[in-house]
Structure formats: C-alpha cells, structure tokens
C-alpha cells in the first residue's frame, strides 16, 4: 500500500484458477484480481466543494443591477475561468481514461452552470433594453410630477391629469401582481429560481447515482484489514 497511488486503498483479493489453450495444450493460469477503492474525502475539499463554491458565486450577478452590465459580464468571465482553472489542475492529477470519470462529470456540469450564469447576462441586457416605457423609474418621475404640480397650482388638478394618475396606479397594480403571482416577470428573479433549482436536483441525482451504482464485492474475496492494507 505504501509504494501505491495515496489516493487508492487496497480492499482485498481474490485468487482464482484458469484453464485456458496454449499450443494445444492444457494450461492453467493463476489469476489473482485486486479490489480497491479511491477514498473520496481527498476529493470533496479539493474538488467538490470549491467546484460548488463557484457555482454560487456565479448566482451573484443575478441580484445585480441590470445597467452594471460591465460588472456583471467581468465577474461572469472571471468565475467561468476560475472553475476552468480547477478542471485542468483535477485532470493533470488524475489517471488518463478512455472513459467519462465521475468528478469530471461533475466539474463539467458546474461548468455549464458558470456559463450559463454569464449567457443569462446577454438576455438581462436585452429585457433591460426592451423594457416597458411604464416601468418604476418613469412612474415615480410622472407620479412626483403631478403632486409638484398639484402642490405648485393653486387651482385643483383637471380630470384628465387625475385619469392619468389613476391609470399609472392600475398599470403599477397589474405589473406588481404579473410579477409576483407563481412566476416572476424579470429574466433574473427566474433565474433566481431555476439555477439553485436545478443544481440542487442534480447534486440528488448525481449522488444517488454514484453511491447506488457501486459494485458489490464478491463473497469469496478476501478482505484485508487496515494494518494488513499498509504492510
């Protein structure tokens, strides 16, 4: 176990015989098979856990303000290569496979969800574009004109400007209530949702795969103990 990889511990063996043809002939074959296991606490603090603490620091920009694009798009970048980082350093330190390893799984999925986070900047500036003339801002700016000018004149406000104040409050009303009744109006407020959403439910999945999924030893193996694994 001391001249192994730290990383694998060794589990048991198990010996079997083998009658296989060599030349015409009978031969048999001792076939001695190794069962080991790869500790996974080395790699939930250095992979796992700084790959989930990126992850939430990319949600960031989704309580950010829409016209602090600049800000939103440098921290985006800058988390997106910061897992990227991370992902080069956990593939030179682990062995070359012809096939999908786990925590590359993992990592790559975290990636996407980084990138994702810095596309749905593209879409906030966008909706911030495009964003209704009758929004907060234009509303409390015509609101606080109309009570200046109330207060400024000293004859009573006509019915039409008291119609237009009455509309302003019902179109303020109605955006409330689209905005918070079950879904949210704003690109980010969704986000808000879907992203801890659905990295939360594929945290469940992966888990229950992998914990779900591994082999079951066989009875006749010979299990070694810990002091025996060392010598």
Same mark, same amino acid.
């Given at each position: 176990?001391?001249?192994?990889?730290?990383?694998?511990?060794?589990?048991?063996?198990?010996?079997? #015989?083998?009658?296989?043809?060599?030349?015409?002939?009978?031969?048999?074959?001792?076939?001695?098979?190794?069962?080991?296991?790869?500790?996974?606490?080395?790699?939930?603090?250095?992979?796992?856990?700084?790959?989930?603490?990126?992850?939430?620091?990319?949600?960031?920009? @989704?309580?950010?303000?829409?016209?602090?694009?600049?800000?939103? #798009?440098?921290?985006?970048?800058?988390?997106?290569?910061?897992?990227?980082?991370?992902?080069?350093?956990?593939?030179?330190?682990?062995?070359?496979?012809?096939? &999908?390893?786990?925590?590359?799984?993992?990592?790559? #999925?975290? @990636?996407?969800?980084? @990138?994702?986070?810095?596309?749905?900047?593209? @879409?906030?500036?966008?909706?911030?574009?495009?964003?209704?003339?009758?929004?907060?801002?234009?509303?409390?700016?015509?609101?606080?004109?109309?009570?200046?000018?109330?207060?400024?004149? &000293?004859?009573?406000?006509?019915?039409?400007?008291?119609?237009?104040?009455?509309?302003?409050?019902?179109?303020?009303?109605?955006?409330?209530?689209?905005?918070?009744?079950?879904?949210?109006?704003?690109?980010?407020?969704?986000?808000?949702?879907?992203?801890?959403?659905?990295?939360?439910?594929?945290?469940?999945?992966?888990?229950?795969?992998?914990?779900?999924?591994?082999?079951?030893? &066989?009875?006749?193996? #010979?299990?070694?103990?810990?002091?025996?694994?060392?010598?």
């Amino acid at each position: 176990q001391d001249k192994m990889m730290p990383e694998l511990r060794i589990l048991g063996y198990r010996l079997s #015989v083998l009658e296989n043809l060599s030349c015409g002939l009978e031969v048999s074959q001792l076939c001695a098979t190794f069962y080991m296991e790869r500790p996974i606490g080395h790699f939930i603090f250095d992979l796992y856990l700084p790959a989930i603490c990126i992850v939430f620091m990319s949600w960031i920009n @989704f309580w950010l303000s829409r016209d602090a694009g600049p800000e939103r #798009v440098g921290l985006g970048m800058t988390i997106v290569l910061t897992l990227t980082t991370l992902m080069a350093n956990a593939n030179a330190n682990l062995p070359k496979t012809s096939y &999908p390893k786990a925590i590359g799984v993992y990592l790559s #999925v975290c @990636f996407i969800f980084t @990138f994702a986070g810095l596309v749905e900047n593209l @879409f906030a500036a966008m909706e911030k574009k495009k964003e209704n003339p009758f929004s907060k801002k234009w509303k409390t700016k015509k609101m606080s004109t109309f009570s200046g000018l109330s207060n400024s004149m &000293p004859f009573p406000i006509e019915e039409e400007n008291t119609e237009i104040v009455d509309k302003l409050q019902s179109i303020e009303n109605i955006e409330e209530t689209k905005e918070f009744f079950l879904w949210p109006a704003s690109i980010d407020k969704k986000s808000r949702i879907i992203f801890p959403f659905t990295f939360f439910l594929f945290n469940i999945l992966y888990w229950a795969y992998c914990l779900s999924d591994l082999e079951s030893l &066989p009875q006749d193996m #010979v299990r070694l103990r810990r002091a025996e694994a060392t010598i």
